[in-house]
């Protein structure tokens, strides 16, 4: 071995203990606190190295020292150990969580989507994680496996659950809206309106604006429900609603009318009952029967909003 490559073994042990007193001395400081003392001695040892021997130098010091670091930084090659073994300082520095973290997050940096993705699921799947959204408030997690027919019996998949809340959305900004529009229809002049837009109000409360409350969406969404089951319901009424409407058109209704008009002498009374007939069929115009059938409907709808007719 040649004096040079000597003098830089020398050099490599003597700094090597030293920065094995600094990790003892520096035992219970933060981390952060001892990486700095260790690369400020890892400076001045390398103001004593000729440049071009410079990265030997830490390669011979690296060997010394192995850990996750080594085997991370050489692409899996771990460095040759001399101890084979970590020392106190690593140990425990590997045994606190903060720190550990750190290191995953700074690996994790620059790999592939895929691969994050892969990791965000292994820390769901241990419990570590509940993929970005935070922890569940028990009190709505219970709820939803009540709601939830077999579960969600742990954490529920947050991505899933994002999805089943913007297609439930997107069903009820849906339905808010034909219900409304269809009841402006059957009732343009009732009381009877809507609170304000469910849409909006949703919008600010889920960004956790001050200016809605959960009270507010509550109400708009009782409004909707209770709207939207009385025009259903009115629906069944049609048949009958008709038929009460078409009233003058059966037979003892034509008949009567027919008489109570008269005849000419010489005209036999079927046919005065038939001209009669097509004279109430003609006055009958869609478009008004229509509306009468929306008014019609509108009466049956307010009972069941408790509002009387308006």
């Known amino acids: 071995m040649s004096s040079a490559n000597h003098d830089l073994l020398a050099k490599v042990e003597d700094l090597a203990t ?6 003892s001395d520096l035992a219970d400081e933060a981390p952060d606190l001892r990486r700095e003392q260790l690369e ?10 000729v440049a071009h021997s410079r990265a030997e130098f830490l390669d011979l010091l690296a060997a010394r020292f192995p850990s996750w670091d080594n085997d991370v930084s050489r692409g899996g090659a771990a460095a040759p150990a001399t101890g084979g073994t970590r020392s106190t300082a690593d140990q425990k520095e590997w045994s606190d969580p903060s720190f550990v973290l750190k290191r995953l997050i700074d690996l994790c940096k620059d790999l592939p989507e895929e691969k994050k993705l892969a990791v965000r699921r ?9 993929g970005g959204v935070g922890s569940w408030p028990e009190a709505s997690l219970q709820r939803l496996r009540g709601l939830c027919a077999g579960g969600p019996k742990g954490q529920p998949n947050s991505g899933r659950a994002l999805e089943a809340l913007a297609m439930l959305l997107e069903f009820t900004l849906r339905l808010d809206k034909v219900v409304w529009a ?3 229809q059957m009732a343009p002049r009732s009381n009877v309106k809507r609170r304000g837009q469910l849409q909006r109000a949703l919008g600010h409360w889920l960004d956790g604006g001050a200016d809605v409350s959960q009270n507010e969406i509550q109400q708009e969404l009782e409004d ?19 038929y009460v409407r078409l009233q003058n058109l059966q037979p003892d209704a034509v008949m009567a009318a027919a008489k109570d008009e008269g005849k000419r002498a010489w005209e036999a009374w079927e046919v005065a009952y038939w001209k009669k007939y097509s004279q109430l069929c ?5 478009n008004s029967f229509e509306v009468e059938m929306m008014h019609a409907m509108a009466d049956y709808v307010l009972p069941l ?6």
Do not use: C, F, N, Y
């Not at 030293?18 to 990790?23: E, F, N, S």
């Not at 400020?40 to 190295?49: F, S, T």
């Not at 429900?225 to 008709?242: D, F, K, M, P, T």
């Not at 003609?282 to 869609?286: E, I």
């Open 122 to 130: 292994t820390l769901e799947e241990a419990g570590l994680s509940s």
């Open 224 to 242: 909707l429900r209770q709207l939207s089951a009385a025009v259903i319901a009115s629906v069944s009424q049609a048949g009958h609603l008709a």
């Open 18 to 23: 030293r920065l094995r007193a600094i990790q």
């Open 40 to 49: 400020d001695e890892i400076g001045r040892a390398l103001q004593g190295v």
């Open 182 to 184: 269809t009841w402006q």
């Open 305 to 310: 909003l408790g509002r009387g007719r308006t």
């Open 282 to 286: 003609q006055s009958l115009d869609p």
